[in-house]
């Protein structure tokens, strides 16, 4: 009970402190008409108040003829540190002291502030020297007792300092912070999002059927509705609505309603215990492989055209990205593969298909950039091997496995030293294995990325649809087609529509509870619904908003950078030829910048005061 400095170990509640105050005031009633003259002379004395001590009774010792005595702590005026007390002690002592220090503050004659100093260091002096001579002579009365008691039981509390939160910084005269208008472009395929912010998702649920007609019939026609600046009631903002609905609207092949054809790798467990009457009949495979070979040739052709910006094709091995010339600052067509096999990248070179492998790539790069550096290095002293030539050589170890340059499997050092000839070398067929080995550590990795560019792109799809491993031959997959994913119609697709749901829930804060609200999209998101999204929720959420991604994590590598175009060919023909891709233009100009996220995709990203901000 330390912390609750002004009330003692006995405290009474209000009630109680009410229903005693009462049967005191009955009790003396009764003792005002019964007791002799010198009982009445000595309770005079007391001016109606009674000496508090922890002893026995006023009289006697038992209950005839005594009142219980009042606890002084059961009302708050009785402490030392009571309103009342000290507005009354306080108005009296200063109303001198701020007349002085008013006048020495406004200004005066000299005299005058000579005169008012003395007075005020005079009034100081008498107050304190005066309640020490008070304390000492006087006989302490009630209230002095009391306060006496409550200065050896409360004595830290006078020390102890008020402390008072601090106050919000100052930001009028800061420097303005940079304002981030847009977000990388992130190419990994979601399979969640998380949507979260202080105002209400309400208006993103319960469509109306026009809105919902109007939001598919913008889909289908690749038109947008500009929304306006400011919306003070999402819910009666049919424009925003019908955006919503639009943005998730997308393109699938093949359909099938009592199975859930994304995510495909990893998928077996989904799929077992499900009807797949194509598992034992050719001829039904044979027909849902014809029909997926037509829908990826229309794909195809349509990107080409820039018709369709880009598309996926998902298999339960591997995930395929088809771009169109322009898009991530690419020359031409590209295509990424991943993950891959050195089984699979041998069947790509039997049929002539050029690839790279960018990340590998990227290492070996680095790797020849940082050598000669080390050199001069190692020449300016002496001879001496540097600190930072081991710490290269370690950190590029896993990089030189990968590296299969050398044909003779790293023994040129022995005819360097001339003993080339005491040493038996390994046969060739001991060095293939090592670089078969080490070409067989690539698999399933993100090192293993491929890239296709150019006509090779052509020849990549003509290898998928007569690719016979593309098709699961056993297992709960086997017989079906991959999933082509797209946010244009094609041949053979059908409109789908992502699930979104809201949740308004309450967080603990250090103040107490806080209303969050939260809106759920869940399916194959696609980068340009990421970003509708984000342009939709930008002026509905009064910009202020937090979303959560949640990566199909094979498709993160997907953001490896590829070939840059010129600053000449982006400015002129890609703007222009993407314009038909039935897409926004900001959503165009996002995905056209090139990839700068790597082998990692976007976990986290926020918007505060309309500027973003993201992890990765």
């Given at each position: 009970m330390s912390e609750q400095g002004c009330y003692s170990p006995s405290f009474k509640k209000p009630s109680d402190i009410l229903r005693m105050r009462r049967k005191r005031a009955r009790s003396e009633g009764v003792c005002a008409g019964t007791s002799s003259a010198a009982s009445v002379s000595s309770t005079a004395a007391l001016a109606g108040v009674r000496p508090f001590s922890p002893g026995p009774l006023l009289k006697g010792q038992g209950r005839s003829g005594g009142v219980k005595r009042r606890n002084p702590f059961a009302n708050i005026e009785n402490t030392y540190n009571s309103p009342k007390k000290r507005a009354v002690s306080c108005t009296e002592d200063t109303s001198e002291c701020r007349k002085a220090i008013a006048v020495l503050c406004d200004g005066g004659s000299s005299t005058e502030n000579a005169?008012?100093?003395?007075?005020?260091?005079?009034?100081?002096?008498?107050?304190?020297?005066?309640?020490?001579?008070?304390?000492?002579?006087?006989?302490?009365?009630?209230?002095?007792?009391?306060?006496?008691?409550?200065?050896?039981?409360?004595?830290?509390?006078?020390?102890?300092?008020?402390?008072?939160?601090?106050?919000?910084?100052?930001?009028?005269?800061?420097?303005?912070?940079?304002?981030?208008?847009?977000?990388?472009?992130?190419?990994?395929?979601?399979?969640?999002?998380?949507?979260?912010?202080?105002?209400?998702?309400?208006?993103?649920?319960?469509?109306?059927?026009?809105?919902?007609?109007?939001?598919?019939?913008?889909?289908?026609?690749?038109?947008?509705?500009?929304?306006?600046?400011?919306?003070?009631?999402?819910?009666?903002?049919?424009?925003?609505?019908?955006?919503?609905?639009?943005?998730?609207?997308?393109?699938?092949?093949?359909?099938?309603?009592?199975?859930?054809?994304?995510?495909?790798?990893?998928?077996?467990?989904?799929?077992?215990?499900?009807?797949?009457?194509?598992?034992?009949?050719?001829?039904?495979?044979?027909?849902?492989?014809?029909?997926?070979?037509?829908?990826?040739?229309?794909?195809?052709?349509?990107?080409?055209?820039?018709?369709?910006?880009?598309?996926?094709?998902?298999?339960?091995?591997?995930?395929?990205?088809?771009?169109?010339?322009?898009?991530?600052?690419?020359?031409?067509?590209?295509?990424?593969?991943?993950?891959?096999?050195?089984?699979?990248?041998?069947?790509?070179?039997?049929?002539?298909?050029?690839?790279?492998?960018?990340?590998?790539?990227?290492?070996?790069?680095?790797?020849?950039?940082?050598?000669?550096?080390?050199?001069?290095?190692?020449?300016?002293?002496?001879?001496?091997?540097?600190?930072?030539?081991?710490?290269?050589?370690?950190?590029?170890?896993?990089?030189?496995?990968?590296?299969?340059?050398?044909?003779?499997?790293?023994?040129?050092?022995?005819?360097?030293?001339?003993?080339?000839?005491?040493?038996?070398?390994?046969?060739?067929?001991?060095?293939?294995?090592?670089?078969?080995?080490?070409?067989?550590?690539?698999?399933?990795?993100?090192?293993?990325?491929?890239?296709?560019?150019?006509?090779?792109?052509?020849?990549?799809?003509?290898?998928?649809?007569?690719?016979?491993?593309?098709?699961?031959?056993?297992?709960?997959q086997a017989g079906l087609p991959p999933t082509l994913l797209a946010p244009t119609a094609f041949r053979g697709a059908t409109l789908q529509m992502l699930k979104a749901r809201s949740v308004n829930v309450k967080t603990q804060v250090r103040t107490g509870y806080q209303d969050v609200c939260s809106l759920e999209v869940t399916g194959p998101i696609m980068p340009h619904a990421l970003h509708a999204l984000t342009q939709l929720l930008k002026p509905a959420q009064k910009g202020g908003f937090s979303v959560s991604l949640y990566t199909h994590e094979p498709s993160a590598v997907l953001n490896v950078p590829v070939t840059k175009l010129s600053e000449s060919d982006q400015q002129s023909n890609i703007e222009q030829d993407l314009v038909r891709c039935g897409l926004q233009q900001s959503t165009i100009q996002q995905l056209e910048e090139p990839a700068t996220l790597g082998k990692s995709a976007l976990r986290q990203l926020h918007m505060r005061d309309f500027s973003y901000s993201w992890s990765s």
């Open positions: 005169n008012l100093s003395a007075s005020f260091g005079e009034l100081l002096s008498s107050n304190l020297t005066g309640k020490q001579s008070d304390n000492q002579n006087k006989k302490p009365s009630f209230s002095e007792e009391n306060s006496l008691f409550e200065d050896d039981l409360f004595a830290t509390e006078k020390v102890t300092p008020i402390l008072k939160s601090p106050e919000a910084p100052q930001i009028c005269g800061a420097p303005p912070t940079e304002v981030c208008r847009e977000y990388p472009a992130d190419w990994s395929l979601k399979t969640r999002l998380l949507f979260t912010s202080p105002h209400s998702f309400s208006w993103a649920e319960h469509l109306k059927a026009q809105e919902e007609a109007q939001g598919l019939s913008l889909h289908c026609r690749a038109e947008y509705a500009s929304l306006p600046q400011n919306i003070q009631d999402p819910r009666s903002c049919t424009e925003l609505r019908c955006g919503f609905q639009q943005c998730l609207q997308y393109w699938q092949h093949p359909y099938l309603p009592w199975l859930s054809l994304f995510p495909r790798i990893g998928a077996e467990r989904k799929f077992a215990g499900k009807n797949t009457p194509w598992a034992q009949d050719a001829a039904l495979q044979q027909s849902l492989m014809s029909e997926w070979s037509v829908s990826l040739t229309s794909l195809y052709s349509l990107l080409k055209a820039r018709l369709c910006p880009y598309f996926y094709v998902c298999s339960y091995q591997f995930t395929v990205l088809f771009r169109a010339a322009g898009l991530s600052g690419a020359k031409g067509i590209t295509a990424l593969l991943s993950p891959t096999t050195r089984g699979l990248r041998e069947a790509m070179k039997a049929d002539g298909i050029e690839f790279s492998l960018p990340l590998l790539e990227e290492k070996r790069k680095s790797k020849e950039s940082c050598s000669p550096q080390l050199n001069d290095n190692s020449q300016q002293r002496d001879g001496a091997e540097p600190s930072g030539a081991v710490t290269s050589q370690h950190s590029d170890k896993e990089e030189d496995e990968y590296d299969d340059e050398d044909d003779d499997g790293g023994l040129s050092w022995l005819q360097d030293m001339g003993i080339q000839d005491k040493i038996k070398k390994p046969d060739a067929i001991s060095i293939k294995l090592r670089k078969e080995h080490n070409e067989v550590r690539l698999d399933h990795r993100p090192e293993s990325v491929v890239l296709v560019e150019g006509s090779n792109t052509f020849t990549l799809i003509n290898f998928l649809i007569n690719c016979k491993s593309l098709v699961a031959g056993a297992g709960s």
